[in-house]
C-alpha cells in the first residue's frame, strides 16, 4: 500500500509561481511511476504531468508545457510539481497519483494510489 501526501497549494497571482509537494509513505517508491492531475470544478480530473520510475522520463499535458516541470527525489520518496507563469485556468484541486510501472499514462484511472489534493487558486 502507498500512501501519498500532497502540501504546498495556496492562493497566487497570475504569473506567479507554486511548488506542490507529494510525500510517498513506501518502501518501494522507486517501483512507481508517478503523476500529477488536477480537477477544476464542474470539470473531469485531467492529466497535467507525469514521470518515471527513475526521473529520467516525464511527460506533460500541452496546456502546461514549458511552465510545469516534474522531477522526483528517490532518496526522499518525494515528487515535484513546479508551477510556474501560472495561469487563473491553472486553479484546480491538484492530486498525486501513483502506479506500478515504468509505463508513463495519462489516463487517471491507469493510477492505483491517490493523495488527498491541495487546492491551487490563480487570480487574475
Known amino acids: 500500500q502507498v500512501q501519498l501526501v500532497e502540501s504546498g497549494g495556496g492562493l497566487v497571482q497570475a504569473g506567479g509561481s507554486l511548488r506542490l509537494t507529494c510525500a510517498a509513505s513506501t518502501r518501494t517508491f522507486t517501483r512507481h511511476t508517478m503523476g500529477w492531475f488536477r480537477q477544476a470544478p464542474g470539470k473531469e480530473r485531467e492529466f497535467v504531468g507525469g514521470?518515471?520510475?527513475?526521473?529520467?522520463?516525464?511527460s506533460y499535458e500541452d496546456s502546461v508545457k514549458g511552465r510545469f516541470i516534474i522531477s522526483r527525489d528517490n532518496t526522499k520518496n518525494t515528487v515535484y510539481l513546479q508551477m510556474n507563469n501560472l495561469k487563473p485556468e491553472d486553479t484546480a484541486v491538484y492530486y498525486c497519483?501513483?502506479?506500478?510501472?515504468?509505463?508513463?499514462?495519462?489516463?487517471?484511472?491507469?493510477?492505483?494510489?491517490w493523495g488527498q489534493g491541495t487546492q491551487v487558486t490563480v487570480s487574475s
Open positions: 497519483a501513483g502506479r506500478t510501472g515504468e509505463s508513463l499514462r495519462q489516463n487517471w484511472y491507469d493510477y492505483a494510489y
Open positions: 514521470i518515471s520510475t527513475g526521473g529520467a522520463r516525464t
